[in-house]
């Protein structure tokens, strides 16, 4: 599988943002898919997970904010972030895993492809 993903940029705090990942391997619906982010000085963080059935799971700083959904007819993964913050600018990274294990954030290591990233810069 390849991922890459796109719609980062610079937005104001209280903004909005989509990423979207496309994923150019076979099989996109039958596995659980993931974003994550990495800020400057800081270890990866598991923001949210989406199984194949639709299921979903997020981590706490992120939950209410932000929403994982994914378009299984164009092999594509989204996540909407509303009322962004500072502390939200990293780089985002979306994620699938290599074989159907728990599907959640808090396992990163059971996702073994992952895209190149994309930057989300937000300013107060």
Known sequence: AQLMESGGGSV????????S???SGYAFSSYCLGWFRQAPGKEREGLAAIDHDGTTKYAESVEGRFTISRENVKHTLYLQMNSLKS???????CARQR???TCSPDF???FGYWGQGTQ????S
């Open 87 to 93: 502390e939200d600018t990293a780089t985002y990274y």
């Open 12 to 19: 104001q705090a209280g903004g909005s943002l989509r990423l």
């Open 108 to 110: 990163q290591w059971s």
């Open 21 to 23: 990942c496309e994923d």
């Open 99 to 101: 074989k159907p294990a």
């Open 120 to 123: 989300v810069t937000v300013s």
